[in-house]
């Protein structure tokens, strides 16, 4: 499915929205991220990609997607959303986890904007602001948004709420292992990774994965990027770090 890629609304657009439309829950430190940590990969052979495919589409702290987008492609995936360019692919992956005696399900995939927006709100109540920014990324910032974005459990009767699971016990688990031993295979990328924060803005998310098909994600799992490293090297005008880029024009 190609199209061209949304514009990305700069980080300080994005919080004057944000903060309008959700009632000043976006919190001041936020606003001014100190631009350290960054460490550019050198690297050579980089893909030829195009960055203004669906699959690109980039929401983190930093960059939204913006309130007007939709799902294009809405599909059912076991009682959740995912666009539609995927479903048979991450059906095909989970397939193959099972193959391998690993039991994978999809608690959380497409989100929309209202969904996000009342379950951020939900978040700041009953953790704080910052605690909330860090771990559930507001609406148009929100990967979930996308439909390209997945997390993944070994409970089908989970409840979506990962905040418990957020630290390192995660990675003896059989789901972890596998996934980052064979997302790429699929087109998955380990979207969070530790030690790259400043890229995205948030903490780590151990069970998310996103979509960015086989030939960015093989490249992106065996170099050890986050999406954003990758975007940088590929186009470094194709997204807004604070600290290291310009506002991007389109």
């Known amino acids: 499915m190609a199209g061209k890629h949304r514009k990305r609304i700069p980080a300080a657009l994005l919080l004057a929205v944000l903060l309008f439309a959700l009632g000043g829950l976006v919190p001041a430190e936020a606003a001014e991220p100190t ?8 690297l050579d052979d980089l893909p030829d990609v195009d960055l203004s495919l669906p699959q690109f589409m980039l929401a983190n702290a930093y960059n939204s997607i913006g309130l007007e987008y939709a799902l294009p492609q809405y599909a059912d995936f076991g009682g959740q959303g995912i666009d539609l360019e995927i479903r048979e692919i991450t059906r095909e992956m989970i397939n193959a986890a099972r193959e391998d005696g690993v039991r ?3 608690a959380v995939a497409f989100r929309n904007w209202d969904y996000i927006t009342t379950y951020y709100k939900e978040a700041v109540a009953r953790y704080g602001t910052e605690e909330a ?15 390209y974005a997945i997390d993944v459990t070994d409970n089908q009767y989970d409840n979506c709420n990962y905040y418990p699971y957020d630290d390192s016990s995660v990675y003896e688990s059989p789901v972890y292992d596998w996934m980052m031993k064979h997302c790429a295979e699929h087109g998955f990328i380990y979207r969070y990774p530790e030690g790259k924060e400043a890229w995205y803005g948030s903490r780590c998310s151990h069970f998310h994965f996103r979509y960015v098909g086989v030939e960015a994600a093989t490249y992106i799992m065996e170099h050890d990027l986050c999406l954003e490293e990758f975007m940088y090297l590929i186009d470094p005008h194709s997204l807004f770090v604070p600290g290291l880029t310009t506002y991007a024009t389109f």
């Open 104 to 106: 994978i399900y999809v």
């Open 35 to 42: 631009g350290e940590g960054f460490v550019i990969p050198q």
């Open 133 to 147: 920014w860090l771990h559930y990324q507001p609406p148009g910032c929100n990967e979930h948004q996308t439909g």
